[in-house]
């Protein structure tokens, strides 16, 4: 059992859970080489929690400090949305082998969910540190998980060729200009918008399907709200990807997910997974 389990459920629920992210949710993992086939199976275990609502293989893989954040909350595993099973339809797994951790982006229509994760490992045992869930449900802004499905399925996803891929720094750099755009009025210029861009948020898509989409139309114009904050990060160059989860203080601190690819130094496409703001949607 995880220390954190020991401590009454209701200290932890009753936490303002900016505060409540633990530090090791804030920062990389022991910098370190990692594998991909370790990354993979702790992935494929979750999804299958996920998929079964039941957690026995997935807690052998926890460290003996790990924890589970939801929607920005550090709870226990038993009370959380993994007991619940659900029929995936949509997965997919980036890796960050730098910070050895993975995001996966998972769709249930019948839930209904969309569901962001990222699962942090310590690079010298494997052991699951931390799994931190971002998830959407019915009311979240922009909620409607059968739309987001169609689009997500019609989006290409593939490895970039080596020699194509950009730079760890660079792909991080683009992500965070994105997220300051509503604190920053300097930071639209710093964002490498490409063309075609798509942005997918929540079930509303920008995309025509034409060369010549732009993510621009509709980015923030004040940008003087409070700022996206607790970012934490996977990124994967091969996929030319970094997934930031954060706290959108402009939004009454709703937990966000943002996920970015960028394809040949541009921003190709944007995808986002916010809850309720203000008021939590029960999941
Ligand atoms: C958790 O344990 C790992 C070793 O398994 C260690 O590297 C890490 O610093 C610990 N994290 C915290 C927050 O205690
Ligand atoms: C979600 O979108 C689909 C496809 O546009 C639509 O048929 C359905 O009614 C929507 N569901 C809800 C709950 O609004
Ligand atoms: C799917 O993508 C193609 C090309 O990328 C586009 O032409 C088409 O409109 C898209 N379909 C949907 C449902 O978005
Ligand atoms: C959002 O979080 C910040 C930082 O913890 C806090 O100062 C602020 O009061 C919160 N806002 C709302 C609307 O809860």
Redesign the pocket.
């Known amino acids: 059992m995880a220390p954190l389990s020991l401590l009454p459920l209701a200290i932890l629920a009753s936490t303002p859970f900016a505060s409540a992210i633990p530090s090791s949710h804030l920062y990389p993992y022991p910098r370190a080489a990692c594998d991909k086939p370790t990354l993979d199976s702790a992935a494929d275990t979750y999804v299958s929690a996920q998929t079964s609502g039941s957690l026995n293989t997935l807690h052998s893989l926890f460290a003996s400090n790990f924890t589970y954040l939801e929607n920005n909350k550090e709870i226990l595993t038993e009370q959380s949305l993994l007991k619940k099973p659900l029929k995936i339809e949509h997965r997919r797994t980036n890796h960050d082998l730098v910070t050895c951790a993975t995001y996966t982006e998972l769709v249930a229509p019948t839930g209904p969910y969309v569901i962001g994760t990222q699962i942090k490992h310590d690079a010298a045992t494997g052991k699951i540190v931390s799994i931190d869930t971002v998830a959407s449900t019915t009311g979240s802004w922009l909620f409607?998980a059968?739309?987001t499905l169609s689009y997500v399925l019609n989006e290409t996803w593939v490895e970039i060729p080596e020699g194509k891929r950009d730079a760890r720094a660079t792909i991080q750099a683009a992500g965070d200009a994105y997220l300051d755009m509503w604190s920053d009025a300097a930071a639209d210029k710093k964002v490498p918008w490409g063309t075609p861009c798509v942005r997918l948020e929540g079930?509303a898509y920008t995309g025509t399907g034409a060369a010549t989409d732009s993510c621009k139309p509709g980015i923030p114009s004040n940008h003087n709200q409070a700022p996206n904050t607790h970012r934490r990060y996977v990124i994967d160059e091969s996929m030319g990807s970094v997934s930031i989860f954060c706290v959108w203080e402009h939004m009454m601190n709703a937990s966000d997910s943002h996920e970015f690819r960028l394809e040949n130094g541009k921003l190709r496409y944007v995808h986002t997974i916010t809850e309720c703001g203000g008021k939590t949607c029960k999941l």
């Open positions: 409607n059968t739309k079930s």
